[in-house]
T-cell receptor, first 112, second 113 residues
Framework: GDSVTQTEGPVTLSEGTSLTVNCSYE??????LFWYVQYPGEGPQLLFK?????EKGSNRGFEATYNKEATSFHLQKASVQESDSAVYYC???????????FGAGTRLAVCP | AQTIHQWPVAEIKAVGSPLSLGCTIK??????LYWYWQATGGTLQQLFY??????VESVVQLNLSASRPKDDQFILSTEKLLLSHSGFYLC????????????FGPGTRLLVL
């Protein structure tokens, strides 16, 4: 079946530093890739979606490029803010049931 | 704009008791609907998928069942709760058709004692 592997957390950064969360996936089908963010006590929110290989998604200063050859989709932000503290999930949509397979999540804590 | 409402917000239930969780979508007709489960501190796992009224597909067997009695309503239930049912239950919707973005509701926190 499909699988998603992402950077283990927690990740602790100071405000203004850069963030990279690695994400790699395995699937036999053509995937659509997403990054979601989840704040405590809430449902996940879509950060962005990238449906095509070698395209970039971005939102709120976060970005990721879908690298089909490397089967990777790393999340990056040049300068994190305290308000970015949350859990970030890489997810892969494919196949029957419109099944969304999530990575384990990466908890980010940004200190002022 | 579409809104998704889940009820109740939280529940504390005894092992062996029944459970019914609900989800309503407003502002979108004929959505695809999904139930997910998230263990505390864990990732999300898809449980059920529905493309239309009366049609529900089970993705994972967790001694739970789901029904879609109306176009905008999705119900998750069981007759007998287990300790392992504790967690965060999330309803999601997407446009009809495949490969579209899923949008999540606020969730229901369940604690089984």
């Amino acid at each position: 079946g499909d699988s998603v592997t992402q950077t283990e957390g927690p990740v602790t950064l100071s405000e203004g530093t850069s963030l990279t969360v690695n994400c790699s996936y395995e699937t036999k089908q053509y995937p659509t890739l997403f990054w979601y963010v989840q704040y405590p006590g809430e449902g996940p929110q879509l950060l962005f979606k990238v449906p095509k290989a070698n395209e970039k998604g971005s939102n709120r200063g976060f970005e990721a490029t879908y690298n089909k050859e490397a089967t990777s989709f790393h999340l990056q932000k040049a300068s994190v803010q305290e308000s970015d503290s949350a859990v970030y999930y890489c997810a892969l949509l494919s196949g029957s049931f419109n099944k969304l397979t999530f990575g384990a999540g990466t908890r980010l804590a940004v200190c002022p | 704009a579409q809104t998704i409402h889940q009820w109740p917000v939280a529940e504390i239930k005894a092992v062996g008791s029944p459970l019914s969780l609900g989800c309503t979508i407003k502002g979108k007709s004929s959505p695809n609907l999904y139930w997910y489960w998230q263990a505390t501190g864990g990732t999300l796992q898809q449980l059920f998928y529905s493309i239309t009224v009366g049609q529900v597909e089970s993705v994972v067997q967790l001694n739970l069942s789901a029904s879609r009695p109306k176009d905008d309503q999705f119900i998750l239930s069981t007759e007998k709760l287990l300790l392992s049912h504790s967690g965060f239950y999330l309803c999601a919707w997407s446009l009809e058709g495949a490969q579209d973005t899923q949008y999540f509701g606020p969730g229901t926190r369940l604690l089984v004692l």
